[in-house]
């Protein structure tokens, strides 16, 4: 069974960091991508940043710059360096693995950056 679970989260003063983790309970090299995605109330869940099989990156404009993933093959987990975090980063960010036939989610972990 396949399990994420995320964590690092919590409450940061605007200009401050923080590194997001999650774990993986198979090989990551099982998947053809590990993202990191966000959702804040009332809006819809959106990509943050994705790192593909082949370390390929991509970010959404509004963290570009900011934030970095990465990943740890050994350690089957994947990291979101989030820098330079705005009030506006704040939301329930996901984990997410993408497998040929499905995706698989994270419970979340809640971020909150105070102005």
């Known amino acids: 069974q396949v399990q994420l679970v995320e964590s690092g989260g919590g409450l940061v003063q605007a200009g401050g960091s923080l590194r997001l983790s999650c774990a993986v309970s198979?090989?990551?090299?099982?998947?053809?991508?590990m993202g990191w995605y966000r959702q804040s109330p009332g809006n819809e869940r959106e990509l943050v940043a994705l790192?593909?099989?082949?370390?390929?990156?991509n970010y959404a404009d509004s963290v570009q710059g900011r934030f970095t993933i990465s990943r740890d093959n050994a350690k089957n987990t994947v990291y979101l360096q989030m820098n330079s975090l705005k009030p506006e980063d704040t939301a329930v960010y996901y984990c997410?693995?993408?497998?040929?036939?499905?995706?698989?989610w994270g419970q979340g972990t809640q971020v909150t950056v105070s102005s």
């Open positions: 790192i593909r099989s082949g370390y390929r990156t």
């Open positions: 198979v090989s990551i090299f099982s998947f053809n991508a």
């Open positions: 997410n693995a993408q497998a040929t036939l499905q995706d698989y």
